[in-house]
């Protein structure tokens, strides 16, 4: 079983930063992608950024420039800085890890809310 642990959220100004981690445990396939969704009130579930364990990485186009991926493998953890932040970055962010072998290996953290405001 692989559970997936969030942290880091909460609430932030327009222009600041958070950083979001999220650690993996359990029987991982060595090679996979890690990532980072998130889901504001009415919308549909969106990718923000994703990294594989090659270390390719997508970012939404809505984030490009302003957040920031990465990996720490040792610690089968990954983190999404997030700088210069909108009120429409407002939601909740959910770390997935996925791999294919023979099928679909999908899972997902329990999420975590980011509100930026004044």
């Known amino acids: 079983q692989v559970q997936l642990v969030e942290s880091g959220g909460g609430l932030v100004q327009p222009g600041g930063p958070l950083r979001l981690s999220c650690g993996a445990s359990g029987n991982i396939f060595s090679t996979h992608t890690m990532g980072w969704y998130r889901q504001a009130p009415g919308n549909q579930r969106e990718s923000v950024a994703t990294?594989?364990?090659?270390?390719?990485?997508k970012y939404a186009d809505s984030v490009k420039g302003r957040f920031t991926i990465s990996r720490d493998d040792a610690k089968n953890t990954v983190y999404l800085q997030m700088n210069s932040l909108q009120p429409e970055d407002t939601a909740i962010y959910y770390c997935?890890?996925?791999?294919?072998?023979?099928?679909?290996?999908?899972?997902w953290g329990q999420g975590t809310q980011v509100t930026v405001s004044s």
């Open positions: 997935n890890l996925q791999w294919w072998r023979r099928r679909t290996y999908n899972y």
């Open positions: 990294i594989t364990t090659g270390g390719s990485i």
